[in-house]
């Protein structure tokens, strides 16, 4: 974020939540609902010097005009940038004319490492048992994520091997 007051493209992310597989309540912000144009300005975190131009990296202060849409639990994307921030606090300001938020950055964004896949894969049908087929495969990762599932319903799945 460069240092100042600068107008920027600011997406607003609202929040969706859903249940995973466990019945758990999962928060994602999958798509920008909200994309207009506000003011921000540095007002803490650190700073750096990058091209002779200052940066600076964690919490700022957005103003933008006013819409009722825009709440607490959304995420905010500025222009150029692949990290999202938080709102910490809104402020109305005037009547209705604008919203004053403080905004805190979550992260620069996760590194990801990829786990190798599984080699070998094969399928053999059992020779004497029809309903049966014998999987191989050979593991590349200590955690690879396979899992093998079986059921006789279709609706009811119970796991075989990890």
């Known amino acids: 974020m460069r240092s100042g007051v600068m107008w920027h493209r600011v997406k607003f992310y609202a929040k969706v939540t859903s249940r995973d597989t466990f019945g758990a309540s999962v928060d994602s912000w999958p798509v920008a609902t909200i ?23 964690r919490s700022m202060e957005l103003t933008v005009r006013y819409r009722s849409t825009i709440v607490e639990t959304m995420r905010v994307q500025l222009d150029g ?7 910490n606090y809104i402020e109305v300001i005037g009547r209705k004319e604008a919203l004053r938020m403080t905004l805190e950055k979550l ?12 080699t070998g894969f094969t399928a053999t049908p059992h ?8 999987l191989a495969w050979t593991n590349n990762a200590a955690n690879d994520g396979i899992v093998v599932e079986r059921s006789t319903n279709g609706n009811d799945w119970t796991e075989v091997t990890r």
């Not at 940038?81 to 709102?87: D, K, S």
């Not at 992260?107 to 599984?118: E, K, L, N």
């Open 107 to 118: 992260s620069d964004g996760i590194a990801v490492t990829p786990i190798a896949p599984p």
């Open 35 to 57: 994309t207009t144009r506000g003011e921000v300005r540095w007002t803490g975190g650190d700073r750096s010097i990058v091209n002779e131009e200052k940066t600076y990296g």
């Open 81 to 87: 940038e692949t990290a999202l921030y938080q709102i």
């Open 127 to 134: 020779v004497t048992d029809h309903h049966r087929v014998d």
